[in-house]
């Protein structure tokens, strides 16, 4: 599918301005998680400025759709698309994980835009199937989609796959997982601690509409994310292949999971972001 | 002795669940919000209502009771009222983190109905048997605990629960109850009820040995002593009040429950009374052990939960005094 190439270049910039945001909340808060936040900054800006239905100024309007991000630990690029789309003022991210903060270090539903409080790996897209069921009562078509970013390495938890089981079961076709697929998780490469790979056929198997993407393209992104709409009767997996820490080339495909930013990292970063 | 909405002899045997099914079934005709989800449960009245008329109200996990907490956290995100069912020991030893990070901390309105709980699932054993479930839950912020003793009690119980907007776990035992409580039993959550009146000392109890404990307080009246008891059926928030109230004026206190003594029921009065007006505390209850499979009276008798042993350790109580 083609898409307007202003557009793209619009969601390019604005997952810049997401990255950019993210080092000055890690370098302000004294520590965050920069290869997932990276990693996914594409995939948020996708879906917050572009593909899901909500409101800024209302955010707790019935009809939006849900955005669960279940590898909650990665706030920081979830933070700086809320705070860029308005939910609140972005000097909130100087506070960052700070005594007080609203923003704390792991997401929480006090947020505005906010819909679940993670840190607890592999309960996400329970949360998501639970949110995506209730769309659906009493209505010929749900009232709402729900979009549940899981990690890779999230994927080792055995409460992922009881949701796979019963979303398919129960043909929850509201629902998309997408996998950010970066080959990390916090101690090593995903294949070397218990090997996932190959994810997507795991998603088939299970009974999921499951694709795989680049993660960092935005015509596929866009293209997984309307071909999930007009899939039904299955509930949807995009497996998006990602580059930990995508954004800045001297950390690409470093394992900087959760990391403090030195003065040379924050300038290095700032010379491709700011 | 004067007792307070007991019943004369005490009415018939009914289990918890049946209780609870009866007054949800009614309460879901007329609350839309009302979701059921089951971790494959026996659903009682209230699953083959929804069956056949509310099906897309009704979610069954299968044996997965993490997916099964979290799911119904995702429907009271997005509004609902779900009550969740599967046994005790399968809903804390196996979605502890579910219920602590998914329901209590976010305040979500979530009813977790806590089957065949404590002690006395006497056939099933000790793998199946929860004796720390109220040490477990009341160490989690923002959630209730609440601990029937009768179908009355039970089906009151259930309303108020639907009623309160936030999480709730409720402990229902298995064996069947006899009806102890006339129908215009106060219910109050947080509120304990004076079962009977008494100044010489006070029996603390809840859910299941509350009949126990009115048979200890028949035996102790043959010999003198006029004890109070107190239905703390709601065991977070405890009533402190109820409690220091009956250490003020009895100057000694029994605990009675079908769990651990460690951090239960016994713990908990024993905090409050240490913190605020110490008198001696006799704690009846499973004293750092397992269960086993054998007959209610057997492990009554095996555990130390019978009316004698309550009565036994009121004798021993008022000693201290």
């Not at chain 1, 898409?3 to 990255?19: C, F, V």
């Not at chain 1, 709409?229 to 394992?255: L, M, R, S, W, Y």
């Amino acid at each position: 599918m083609a898409y307007d190439e202003k557009l793209i270049a619009a969601l390019k910039s604005k997952a810049k301005t997401l990255r950019r945001d993210t080092i000055e909340m890690i370098k302000a808060g004294g520590a965050g998680w920069l290869g997932g936040s990276f990693s996914q900054a594409d995939i948020i800006t996708a879906l917050m400025f572009h593909h899901l239905k909500h409101d800024p100024g209302n955010p707790k309007w019935e009809e939006r759709d849900r955005l669960i991000v279940s590898k909650a630990h990665c706030c920081e690029t979830v933070y700086a698309a809320l705070g860029e789309a308005g939910y609140f003022d972005k000097k909130e991210y100087r506070s960052y994980g700070k005594f007080g903060a609203v923003l704390q270090a792991h997401t929480e539903r006090i947020v505005p835009g906010i819909e679940y409080s993670g840190g607890s790996l592999g309960q996400g897209l329970s949360f998501a199937l639970g949110e995506a069921m209730a769309a659906r009562i009493g209505r010929p078509t749900p009232l709402y989609r729900v979009f549940c970013i899981l990690g890779d390495g999230e994927c080792n938890e055995g409460q992922v796959w009881e949701a796979v089981m019963a979303a398919a079961h129960y043909k929850v076709d509201n629902l998309v997982a997408i996998i950010d697929h970066n080959k990390f998780q916090s101690g090593s490469k995903v294949e070397d601690r218990i090997n996932l790979i190959p994810m997507v056929e795991k998603w088939q198997t299970f009974g999921w509409n499951a694709v795989e993407i680049d993660g960092h393209n935005y015509t596929e992104i866009l293209t997984a994310l309307e071909n999930a709409d007009k899939t039904p009767g299955q509930p949807h997996a995009i497996v998006a292949h990602t580059v930990k820490c995508k954004g800045v080339p001297a950390f690409e495909h470093k394992n900087l999971h959760f990391c403090k930013l030195t003065d040379d990292m924050y300038a290095e970063a700032m010379a491709v972001l700011g | 002795m004067k007792r307070n909405f007991v019943m004369e002899p005490f009415g018939e045997s009914k289990t918890m669940y049946e209780a609870y099914n009866e007054a949800l079934v009614e309460l879901a005709k007329e609350n839309s919000d009302i979701v059921v989800l089951y971790g494959d449960f026996p659903r009682g009245a209230v699953g083959e209502l929804f069956e056949k008329e509310f099906p897309d109200r009704l979610v069954d996990v299968g044996i997965a009771e993490a997916n099964l907490i979290t799911t119904a956290a995702g429907m009271a995100g997005a509004g609902k009222i779900a009550f969740t069912h599967c046994h005790g020991i399968f809903a804390v030893g196996r979605a502890y983190n579910q219920i602590r990070q998914n329901v209590a901390f976010d305040w979500l309105n979530v009813k977790i109905v806590m089957c065949n709980s404590g002690m006395l699932w006497a056939f099933m054993g000790g793998s199946h048997q929860i004796i720390e479930d109220i040490a477990a839950l009341r160490a989690i912020p923002n959630l209730l605990l609440i601990s029937p003793a009768d179908q009355v009690e039970t089906r009151k119980a259930v309303r108020a629960i639907t009623k309160y907007e936030g999480p709730v776990a409720l402990r229902l035992a298995n064996p069947p109850t006899p009806t102890i409580y006339t129908e215009d039993l106060p219910f109050e959550l947080g509120k304990a009820v004076t079962v009977a009146d008494g100044d010489d000392v006070t029996i603390i109890a809840t859910g299941i040995m509350l009949p126990d404990s009115l048979q200890a307080v028949d035996i102790l009246a043959g010999e003198g002593v006029k004890a109070r008891l107190l239905d703390m059926h709601t065991i977070k928030p405890i009533d402190e009040e109820a409690v220091l109230k009956a250490a003020r004026e009895t100057g000694a206190i029994v605990t009675v429950e079908d769990s651990s003594v460690l951090g239960g029921l016994g713990g908990a009065v024993a905090e409050i009374v240490t913190e605020n007006r110490p008198v001696p505390v006799n704690r009846i209850g499973v004293r750092d052990r397992f269960g086993q499979s054998g007959t209610i009276a057997e492990l009554k008798e095996e555990y130390q939960l019978t009316a004698g042993h309550i009565a036994g350790a009121v004798r021993e109580v008022i000693k201290k005094k």
